[in-house]
């Protein structure tokens, strides 16, 4: 798993470039969520090079952000500078010395996943005052009548190419299994984000130290034109797992979609922030 995150590393300026920032209702909504105002203090886990980072800082909060990939943490420097209070520490989390702070909130986007979650989850409720608010954010793909046409094309494709990737790929579900899923899963936030993103990061341990976790979901239809689809895959971790044959293929792949259906590709997508409070 390490591997293969440091593959984001090596794609830094591709990954600022393409990766989309998250909408402001859905940030508005989660910093309404965590009770946080102007100059406190939070913590980010894994910020990339700042998609996250600047829509808090704008907010007033005082950002400590953890990053391990160097170039990325460099990125995210240069584009947040002047931009409020920042501390970048360049570490994996489960390492980062945050010198024994406490924080009002934790966020973590599209990241939790490369964190251990053996001690990612302990370390994160550690970090939270006493009911601090633990918040993590991502896109969820959805199951979709209008796009599930230009969806199954898609995967068709992967399927193809890559059989294995397409096996591991987060299931599309529409909306309203989405937000019930979730809402099942309420008692453990580790299980909860295990079910909405398809990863292994549930953990027993984890119930107790949180509350009833809580979702929302900004749903919207994105389209892209196959370069541009192309230009966002090669940025996502299953491209690191393929061998160059299949990058080609699936990019020739993409790109004869595109020419088929004469515009761009659609696709159905939830911006979704899922959150619980550390219990005292």
């Not at 580790?190 to 292994?200: K, R, V």
Request: glycine fraction near 8%; charge should be negative; aromatic fraction near 8%.
């Amino acid at each position: 798993m390490r591997l293969t995150a440091t593959f984001f590393n090596e794609v830094a300026t591709e990954y600022d470039r393409h990766r989309p920032t998250y909408p402001d209702v859905l940030i508005d909504g989660a910093c309404k969520r965590a009770a946080l105002e102007t100059g406190d203090r939070v913590l980010e886990i894994g910020c990339g090079t700042g998609q996250l980072t600047g829509s808090l800082m704008q907010r007033g909060l005082q950002i400590t952000a953890v990053e391990p990939g160097a170039r990325l943490a460099d990125i995210a420097a240069q584009r947040l500078h002047g931009l409020g209070n920042l501390e970048l520490i360049n570490a994996r989390f489960e390492d980062a010395d945050l010198g024994g702070e406490k924080f009002r909130a934790v966020f973590c986007a599209s990241a939790i996943h490369w964190v251990d979650p053996d001690m990612g989850w302990q370390r994160a409720a550690q970090a939270l005052v006493p009911g601090g608010t633990l918040t993590l954010i991502q896109y969820a793909g959805l199951d979709d009548p209008e796009t599930a046409d230009d969806q199954q094309a898609f995967m068709n494709s992967l399927r193809a190419i890559a059989s294995e990737e397409a096996a591991s790929w987060p299931r599309y579900r529409d909306l309203r299994t989405t937000l019930a899923g979730v809402h099942e899963r309420r008692g453990n936030i580790s299980e909860a984000w295990s079910w909405l993103g398809g990863y292994d990061l549930g953990r027993d341990y984890v119930a107790p130290l949180f509350d009833d976790a809580e979702i929302m979901a900004e749903p919207a239809q994105v389209e892209h034109t196959a370069a541009e689809l192309s230009a966002l895959l090669a940025t996502m971790a299953c491209w690191a797992r393929l061998s160059p044959e299949q990058r080609v293929a699936l990019q020739n792949a993409t790109h004869a979609l595109g020419d088929r259906l004469g515009r761009p590709i659609r696709s159905s997508t939830a911006a979704c922030f899922v959150s619980a409070r550390r219990q005292p």
